[in-house]
């Protein structure tokens, strides 16, 4: 796609085979023209683009963006919905938003991600119940329960936290092996290696 960039000096040039334009902004022009946001504007560049319309999008210089002179050669104007007292967007994040819609226009689900979690099973009782018994163990080693007439109140909070996480088997794993090496640290801290 690169390889099809042309230059022009002039934007008249540059816009002289398409048939509508849009002109990006993120401030406020005294122009009778219409204003749509990133979506709206994406659908009708996509209806024109469908009927063979040639479309394009204007996008402005880093330092102060589009002059009026250039947005009033465009057909309307796209805006982006940014902080009022702020109202600048730089080129890379205007041509983000504008792409990131029209790539959300042509997708069959555009809410659904392009990728998901790793599919993984929650962990089974016997797993949990295998954490609760190391982590307690390793705890008691610490000497964390303490007062000692609070470790049952100690112990069934621990457990529902990790109840109410919903781990999977890789967690309850990855959790073990955390145990294990706190453990493998304790003894040779105390010299039982």
Known sequence: MIDAVKVFDRIEDAIADLHFTYATTARHRDMLKPVRSPREAVSTLMTKFKSGEKTGILFGRERWGLNNEEIALSDE?????????????????????????????????????????????????????????HLESALDDARYFHPPAKRERMRLNLRNTFTHAKLKTPEIHALRGAIAALERRWKKKRGEW
């Open 77 to 133: 104007i796209v805006t982006f919905p940014v902080n009022p007292a702020f109202a600048s967007l730089n080129i890379a994040q205007a041509v983000l938003l504008m792409s990131y819609e029209w790539m959300n226009a042509t997708m069959a689900e555009p809410e659904k991600p392009v990728f998901g979690a790793i599919d993984s099973e929650t962990a089974s009782k016997e797993d949990m119940v295998g954490l609760f018994e």
